[in-house]
């Protein structure tokens, strides 16, 4: 199953933070990276559904689970 570039990013820092031992340096700049990305994601879905409403377009907002 394909899951959206958020989702798959934001489910790898859970899975880094979550462990029990300490992030190398590495790992926590995958951490640092994968927020970064994520962020941009999010506002980009943002920014387009305001041109959306802007222009009229009504959005149907999905029940989160």
């Known amino acids: 199953m394909h899951q959206p570039i958020a989702a798959a990013q934001s489910q790898r820092i859970e ?3 979550e462990r029990s031992t ?3 340096p590495q ?3 995958e951490v640092v990276t994968l927020q970064t990305e994520c962020d941009r994601a ?3 879905k943002a920014q387009a559904a305001a041109i ?3 222009r009229g377009h009504g959005l149907s ?3 989160s689970v």
């Open 61 to 63: 907002i999905p029940q």
């Open 15 to 17: 899975a880094l933070l």
């Open 52 to 54: 959306l409403r802007w």
């Open 27 to 29: 790992e926590q700049q």
């Open 42 to 44: 999010i506002l980009c």
């Open 22 to 24: 300490p992030l190398t």
